[in-house]
């Protein structure tokens, strides 16, 4: 699987929009970019995903860029239940496994 | 009542102790996961199931083993547990769709262990 690269933190301010950025320059074509998140103390959640159209759903928005070597995760209004691990992952499904590779992620640090 | 349950939630063992950890979902999906976190680390995948006939090792199954007793339950085990076992482990299910590229999964809430 392709490997993405995500800042270790960042931070944000209650109620403010919050941009989680992800690099995979070695994306293939048919590769789907994912993101979960893993709130304190709880397994990881599916957040969003997308292949090369931009995305919308109840929690976020995934903005992918044209050449889909990068892709932004995008929390309008960020809130303190938002803090998080946010991970940025790359499927191809190819192969039996259908894993998940997990990286390091992105801590979101929110304040009120 | 949540889909992905795990028992025990906390767990402290021995060294050399034999112990189970399980997971039962009623999502009524097919394919079934153990995954293991190590402090501030991402996950890696120890075992996988795809059916109750279909067990594969993961990246990191040396000293586990894994039974899945039925559709909606996957058990892992640890033969002779070692402190480097210490560490919080999940278990996930997934639907098994055509579109694998797409396909979610669901984590249980975790099983924190602790070998001495």
């Known amino acids: 699987d392709a490997k993405t690269t995500q800042p270790n933190s960042m931070e944000s301010n209650e109620e403010e929009p919050v941009h989680l950025p992800c690099n995979h320059s070695?994306?293939?074509?048919?590769?789907?970019i994912h993101w979960y998140r893993q709130l304190p103390s709880q397994g990881p959640e599916y957040v969003i995903h997308g292949l090369t159209s931009n995305v919308n759903n109840r929690m976020a928005s995934l903005a992918i860029a044209e050449d889909r070597k990068s892709s932004t995760l995008i929390l309008h209004r960020a809130t303190l239940r938002d803090a998080a691990v946010y991970y940025c992952i790359l499927r191809d499904g190819s192969g039996a496994t259908n894993k998940l590779i997990f990286g390091t992620g992105t801590l979101l640090a929110v304040q009120p | 009542d949540a889909d992905v349950t795990q028992t025990p939630r906390n767990r402290i063992t021995k060294t050399g102790k034999r112990i189970m950890l399980e997971c039962s979902q009623t999502?009524?999906?097919?394919?079934m996961y153990w995954y293991r976190q190590d402090p501030g680390l991402g996950l890696q995948l120890i075992y996988y199931?795809?059916?109750?006939?279909?067990?594969n090792k993961g990246e990191i199954s040396d000293g586990y083993s894994v039974s899945r007793q039925a559709q909606a339950k996957f058990s892992l085990s640890l033969e002779s547990a070692i402190p480097n076992q210490t560490a919080l482990y999940f278990c996930?299910?997934?639907?098994?769709?055509?579109?694998?590229?797409?396909?979610?999964?669901?984590f249980g809430p975790g099983t924190r262990l602790l070998v001495l």
């Open positions: 999502k009524g999906h097919d394919r």
């Open positions: 996930a299910t997934s639907p098994g769709l055509a579109g694998a590229r797409q396909e979610t999964q669901y």
């Open positions: 199931s795809f059916d109750v006939k279909d067990i």
């Open positions: 070695t994306i293939s074509g048919t590769d789907y």
